[in-house]
C-alpha cells in the first residue's frame, strides 16, 4: 500500500515565526487534504488540495502531485496553531484517506 | 463546525460489552466514512458508505460493524470488547460521489470510547 511520510514529526516555534511542514507519498493519489488536530481533538479541514496551490489567510499548501509530495506554509505562527498537523491521501480507487503521522506544532508565546 | 454530528461525545464502558456509535453527515452528503484514532495506531480508515451501500473496507476488526439507514445515518458497532478498542472514533461525510470522483471530506468531533 500508500506510504504517507510527514516532517518533521515535532516542531516547536516562537510566536510570529514561519514554518513549513512536509508531506511525501510513495504513490499517485486522486486527492490530498491537510487537518489540523487541535488540543480538544478535534479535525479541522485546511485544505483540499490535490494538485496546486492555495492560499488561506496566514496557511497556504502546495502539492506537487508528480513529485508526490505536498508542503503546508504557515506564517506568522500564533499559539492557537498548536497542535498536530495531518496530510491524507487517497489513492488508486480506494476511496478511504491513509493519514500520515503527523506534525506536532507547538508555538510558544 | 463541520455540519458533521457524532454522539455520544464520550463513552466509558467495560471489556466484553457492546457499544453503538452514531454519525449524521452534512446535509445532503451521501458517504460516510469511519476512522478510529488510537494512540499506536494513529488515524486508520475503518469503512465506508455510499448511499447505503458498503463502497470500501479498510483495517476493521470482524467484532465491529456499520452500516448507513436510508436516511443517510451511519451507525457503528463495536461488540466484544478490549482495553485495545479505547480510541476517538471519527466519522467523516462528504459530497455526491460518482466512482471515478472523488471530494473532500469533513469530520466529525469524534466520540471518545473509553473500555476498563
Known amino acids: 500500500g500508500i506510504q504517507v511520510e510527514q516532517s518533521p514529526p515535532d516542531l516547536i516555534l516562537q510566536e510570529g515565526a514561519n514554518s513549513t511542514l512536509r508531506c511525501n507519498f510513495s504513490?499517485?493519489?486522486?486527492?490530498l487534504q491537510w487537518f489540523h488536530q487541535n488540543p480538544w481533538g478535534q479535525l479541522i479541514n485546511l485544505f483540499y488540495?490535490?494538485?496546486g496551490t492555495k492560499q488561506n489567510g496566514r496557511l497556504s499548501a502546495t502539492t506537487v502531485a508528480t513529485e508526490r509530495y505536498s508542503l503546508l506554509y504557515i506564517s506568522s505562527s500564533q499559539t492557537t496553531d498548536s497542535g498536530v498537523y495531518f496530510c491524507a491521501v487517497e489513492y488508486g480507487g480506494t476511496y478511504k484517506y491513509i493519514f500520515g503521522t503527523g506534525t506536532r506544532l507547538k508555538v510558544l508565546a | 463546525d463541520s455540519g458533521v454530528t457524532q454522539t455520544p461525545k464520550h463513552l466509558i464502558t467495560a471489556t466484553g460489552q457492546r457499544v453503538t456509535l452514531r454519525c449524521s453527515p452534512r446535509?445532503?452528503?451521501?458517504?460516510v466514512y469511519w476512522y478510529q484514532q488510537s494512540l499506536d495506531q494513529g488515524l486508520q480508515f475503518l469503512i465506508q458508505y455510499y448511499n447505503g451501500e458498503e463502497r470500501a473496507k479498510g483495517n476493521i476488526l470482524e467484532r465491529f460493524s456499520a452500516q448507513q439507514f436510508p436516511d443517510l445515518h451511519s451507525e457503528l458497532n463495536l461488540s466484544s470488547l478490549e482495553l485495545g478498542d479505547s480510541a476517538l472514533y471519527f466519522c467523516?461525510?462528504?459530497?455526491?460521489?460518482?466512482?471515478?470522483?472523488?471530494?473532500?471530506?469533513?469530520f466529525g468531533p469524534g466520540t471518545r470510547l473509553t473500555v476498563l
Open positions: 467523516a461525510s462528504s459530497p455526491r460521489q460518482a466512482l471515478g470522483h472523488y471530494n473532500e471530506q469533513f
Open positions: 504513490d499517485s493519489v486522486n486527492n
Open positions: 488540495i490535490p494538485s
Open positions: 446535509s445532503g452528503d451521501l458517504s
